[in-house]
């Protein structure tokens, strides 16, 4: 990001020369940037686990149990970070 745009890189500007590998980018996970991209991205969040129907959905679809599910796929969840409300005076608009 440059001044707070967000520019393409080209592939092999984040390659290291040495060993052809990508070069690891720490990205500050406490940052709002971060947590705006988080709400975006599809994945398992704590709350599909804290819904049951959900749950029985997502079991479904693998044909699995739910009890297997959530043995197979809790750990994905274990360390989400809390929500952040980007609303601090309207709590019904949810992050």
Known sequence: ?????????????????????????????????????????????QDDFDDPSELAKFASVLGITIEDFQAQFAYLVKNEPV??????????VMT
């Open 1 to 45: 990001m440059v001044h707070s745009v967000f520019r393409a890189l080209p592939f092999d500007s984040i390659l290291d020369r040495v060993s052809g590998r990508m070069r690891v980018r720490m990205v500050d996970i406490d940052s709002d940037r971060y947590m705006i991209a988080r709400r975006y991205m599809l994945r398992l969040r």
């Open 83 to 92: 929500p952040r409300s980007f609303f601090p005076d309207f709590p019904e």
